[in-house]
């Protein structure tokens, strides 16, 4: 569920600062953690890996300071690793949490299509993420379990090199798992 991404033009770039409308789009992911006994099993830390893919909403019409309107199009992908830290209640069969994770973001913006200047050339950016995190995971066995989540993310990548503009992407996500533990 993202929100709006909002952008801002670092130089020659004749779109205005704006925010502009995100399909939805999708996240899959794995993690790979540890809970340790030092902590009475309160912590967990975890290494993450997430993709995610959302699109411009074409339905959308802008007007840009020159007065000019166009709709924009173009696709956005992400490569995140995390690295989560987790308090939750190790007790019973349900376990609630909450959590950060900073890490570092890939993200690769399409090409930018627009109604009145054509394509742009996309482009690709390194830049730091970070998420928050709540949920509740849930014993099916000793060793299997299920889980939902909520995550909100949020990446500022600058895509200096073509397009010459600062994003700032934010989303929402609710998540669905299966865990096993060792």
Not at 87 to 103: D, M, N, Q, T
Not at 105 to 116: E, F, I
């Amino acid at each position: 569920m993202p929100q709006d991404v909002n952008m801002s033009k670092t130089s020659g770039n004749p779109m205005p600062v704006s925010a502009f409308a995100m399909n939805k789009g999708f996240l899959a992911g794995l993690k790979a953690g540890y809970i340790p006994s030092l902590f009475d099993k309160y912590v967990a830390a975890e290494l993450e890996y997430n993709y995610a893919r959302t699109s411009f909403d074409t339905s959308k019409i802008y007007v840009t300071n020159s007065g000019s309107s166009w709709t924009l199009d173009g696709t956005n992908d992400m490569h995140a690793f995390f690295f989560n830290v987790k308090l939750r209640y190790p007790e019973g069969w349900f376990h609630p949490y909450v959590g950060v994770g900073p890490g570092l973001a890939w993200v690769k913006q399409g090409d930018l299509t627009t109604t009145s200047d054509g394509t742009r050339a996309g482009a690709t950016a390194t830049c730091f993420a970070y998420q928050l995190l709540a949920g509740i995971d849930f014993d099916i066995t000793k060793n299997w379990g299920a889980g939902i989540g909520y995550k909100f993310y949020e990446v500022k990548p600058n895509f200096g090199d073509n397009l010459n503009l600062d994003m700032d992407i934010k989303a929402h996500v609710v998540t669905l798992g299966v865990n096993y533990s060792f």
